[in-house]
């Protein structure tokens, strides 16, 4: 069993930065992918970013390419997403979420591929 805690969030003006971090109770480095989903207020949840576990690999969403950078470091059992240049429209509940990885260099992008998530952590941005 994995559990997955997010931090970092908050309320922010449109241009303002963000890191959220992911910390992993059990040792994640060595098997799992991990992602950051967001569920925006009164819509489905989204896929916004996925690395895997060598962390060598890393996928994006198109809405967040270029101003959100995911990245992990498995000594730490932790993955970040660093958000720059923040929206209105990034407004959600940023969730994080593992799973077993078939190899080092594979990412998942559907939230139904992954087995564990975190509570969420509330980001606001303000226009």
């Known amino acids: 069993q994995v559990q997955l805690v997010e931090s970092g969030g908050g309320l922010v003006q449109a241009g303002d930065s963000l890191r959220l971090s992911c910390a992993a109770s059990?040792?994640?480095?060595?098997?799992?992918?991990m992602g950051w989903f967001r569920q925006p207020p009164g819509k489905e949840r989204e896929f916004v970013a996925a690395?895997?576990?060598?962390?060598?690999?890393?996928a994006y969403a198109d809405s967040v390419k270029g101003r959100f950078t995911i990245s992990r470091d498995n000594a730490k059992n932790t993955v970040y997403l660093q958000m720059i240049s923040l929206k209105p429209e990034d407004t959600a509940v940023y969730c994080c979420?593992?799973?077993?990885?078939?190899?080092?260099?594979?990412?998942?992008?559907?939230?139904?591929?992954?087995?564990?998530w975190g509570q969420g952590t509330q980001v606001t941005v303000s226009s």
């Open positions: 690395i895997s576990w060598r962390g060598g690999s890393t």
């Open positions: 979420a593992a799973v077993p990885a078939i190899s080092g260099d594979y990412y998942y992008t559907r939230g139904d591929e992954y087995y564990y």
């Open positions: 059990a040792r994640t480095s060595s098997t799992y992918a």
